[in-house]
């Protein structure tokens, strides 16, 4: 018999309370391994000759694909060119066999690139540590 307790049973105010402390650190954790993993992802696109200064949204789009399956992404940067802007590098992952069975995903950050929101970027405290290599200068 399958327990429906794991999908309708909602943490008390005290519960709650009591994992704050947990909940904090470990978004300190997150967000040190979110920029660690970014500064990867930008070191990469530039060893392949992507300019993260001038070409700026067209990195960020590529580490997304990267982070998804580097294989892919690679091989999606090799079919657009290193100098290829956000338009050109989203179409040809959604060519790509692989990577565009995600069409939603790249859709949806390309739109985010595009439209400079930035509501999904957690910028308040909580760090554990402090490796600014790079700031991508966007227009937002």
């Not at 802007?85 to 992952?93: F, G, I, S, Y």
């Not at 439209?115 to 937002?140: A, I, L, N």
Request: hydrophobic share 30%; charged share 30%.
């Amino acid at each position: 018999e399958t327990s429906k307790w794991w999908t309708t049973r909602y943490l008390t105010k005290a519960e709650g309370s009591s994992l704050k402390a947990t909940l904090i650190a470990n978004k300190a954790i997150q967000n040190a391994q979110f920029r660690d993993d970014l500064d990867d992802y930008v070191d990469t696109a530039e060893s392949l000759g992507m300019d993260k200064d001038s070409n700026t949204l067209a990195v960020l789009f590529f580490a997304s694909m990267e982070h998804q399956g580097p294989l892919y992404a690679r091989r999606v940067l090799q079919r657009a060119g290193p100098t290829a802007n956000l338009t050109r590098l989203h179409a040809q992952c959604l060519n790509d066999p692989v990577l565009g069975k995600y069409r939603n995903r790249y859709n949806e950050v390309k739109k985010i690139l595009e439209s400079g929101d930035t509501s999904g970027v957690d910028d308040t405290g909580g760090d554990v540590r402090r490796r600014r290599r790079w700031r991508p200068r966007c227009r937002w």
